[in-house]
């Protein structure tokens, strides 16, 4: 099957935006993430529906007011966490209300105050251990109104009367009335599994059920999660995926079908594969980017690749090898599963455990010294200081504990005890060049011809 194949080269590039834009923004409403969205997605519904259940294995489910992408997840991502109003990654306790508002909601009409709403969750949250939630604590209220206020930028609820933040600061005299929309509360919500049945996260992933299968059925889905893998991953190498998958990401074409679906460019090189979106069309995060953060992380990579380089070798850095794609896997699902209510789970029920594969060989990647990043970060605030800003200045080992977060969120470097290990794409930053410029840093990356490549070994 032809990825597009009932679009017209005229309109390939429209299609290829409502791609993008689906998958950046699983669940479409009238009003998010803008008025412009639904019309576009509702116009190439058809093609995207086929489309993206033949390619990747996902389902788009729309109705008169939303679009919903069901995807099959394969790994377990804390990349894109819901936001606070301030733009904070939701912690346990908002996740925690953000479900208990949800199932409010859900028992609902068509209206709701918002003292009503947090009464009702509260009473929830009261029958669940280790959880709690006291209206009379401002941090509680905070809380809950961060969960309404995502699925108020959702469209799920509408502001009729009052204000939430007014709420907040003093409940006895502030109110807000909401309008509840029950499609969109039905659209946001749609578990995979049953959940009482489910006695880990990992269940909650797409995994071969050993179901008996041809040969043609087994390689379709094997190529489905190799182009799964690709889209949703800022890289796939090689060593950390699972063999049986290889042959498929290695697949002319993969390329084919990724870049005629999102319009982007797919490279592949000795040690993996990876789409590449300078344009930010798709990915949540774009680097380099602009920012004191981005700029030190730009910065610290390109020492990090200098350090890591063929021009090191009076004292080239430890080879060590990094945590596995299935360690990684059973740390965060560790992680999730410790807040699993274990007594609301039907044991008898529950979907055994089927943890990834390992891969055969292991790769070694450069080792790098906490000590010796300290060190270049304060290098680089020292030369650079004055195109960052003072809060930042005044506490260097901050700035680079949200530089290697950010490096390691793009799989540019992993995070292990003691330090991090240099991955291959990191290579791609070893020509950056950058000056002071009155208002900031100007980082560019700058590549001789024969380095053009994608990514290569940093050794």
Known sequence: ???????????????????????RHPLITPTYPDRNALPLIRRWAAQLRADLSEVLGYRLLTTADTARLLRAHDRLDATTPALTRTDRPFNRRRYAYLMLTLAALGRSGTQIALSELADAVAADAARIDGLGMDTERKPDRDAFVDAVAWLERRGALALADGSASAWVNDPDRAEAL????????????????????????????????????????????AARKA?????????????????????????????????????????????????IDTSGRLSDVRFPGGGTIAQAALLLAARIAAYCGPGNRRNPPALLPAPSAAERLAEAAARIDAALPRANVLAELAVPDKPETATADEAVHPFLPETWLRRVMRELVGHYGAAFGAVWRADPDRLLDKAVALLAKLRLVAVVEGGVLALPLLARYRGVTAEVKQRGVTAEVKQRPEQSALFEDVK
Request: negative net charge; proline residues 3%.
């Open 227 to 275: 182009r799964r893998l690709v889209l949703e991953q800022p890289v796939v190498y090689y060593a950390e995926a699972d063999e049986s998958l290889h042959g498929q990401l290695r697949s002319p074409s993969l390329i084919e079908d990724l870049e005629r679906l999102t319009g982007l460019s797919v490279e592949r090189r000795a040690e993996g594969v990876a789409i």
């Open 1 to 23: 099957m032809r990825v597009a194949a009932d679009v017209s080269p005229l309109e390939l590039a429209d299609y290829q935006r409502a791609v993008r834009l689906l998958l």
């Open 178 to 221: 909401y309008d509840i929309d029950r499609e969109i509360i039905g659209a946001i919500y749609r578990p995979s599994r049953v959940l009482q049945h489910v006695g880990s996260v990992t269940a909650l992933l797409d995994t071969d059920q050993n179901l008996m299968r041809g040969q043609a059925t087994t390689r379709r889905a």
